[in-house]
């Protein structure tokens, strides 16, 4: 399995857990956190993960120095 696919595995295990932690806290069963302020917190984080994947699939470019002709 690709690093890449583990991370996006972990992501949308995250955005699940978070999913049902809203509707417990909701009133629809038990969640782990308490607060609407606890689960924000987790979502910035699963957030903070998915920009972090997104980043790691977009290609990497190094600055061409200046007077250096670039094939196209």
Known sequence: MHAADKNLRIIDQELRFIAR??????GAGSSDFETVDELNMA??????ALAEYR???????EAV??????AA
């Open 55 to 61: 980043l790691s699939l977009e290609p990497t470019c």
């Open 65 to 70: 120095p200046a007077g250096v002709a670039v």
């Open 43 to 48: 979502v910035g984080s699963a957030l903070r």
């Open 21 to 26: 932690h809203s509707q417990a806290i909701e």
